[in-house]
């Protein structure tokens, strides 16, 4: 079975939750939950550099929590995508609507 590891910090603006392993409908329940208590309150950068599987069920709780951090102020920033994690979000033709950066010290 796939499963997700979610390793979290905080900084000066932001959390920062580092995804590792599969990103998808039977283990996005907790990123969920992390993911819309944090944007609520600020920014949110999620490390995909180690995602190695993310399907549009993933990619639909990203780009709701991009939706709530708007009308919450904050951001959500993909720091580093996979080329996995790359290739299913070029694939929603939403690339561009996305805050991707390289590092933290990117966040505006």
Known sequence: M???DITES???NYNLM???GT???YTLSEFQ???YDYIQRTNVVLDLSELAA???TGMGVIMAGVND???SGYRVYLMNPSPEARSTIESTGFYDYFDIINAVTEIK
Do not use: F, P
């Open 10 to 12: 905080e900084g000066a």
């Open 33 to 35: 939950r992390k993911l």
């Open 18 to 20: 580092v995804l590792k």
């Open 69 to 71: 951090g708007q009308d």
């Open 54 to 56: 993310l399907d549009s």
């Open 2 to 4: 796939d499963q997700l």
């Open 23 to 25: 990103l998808d409908a």
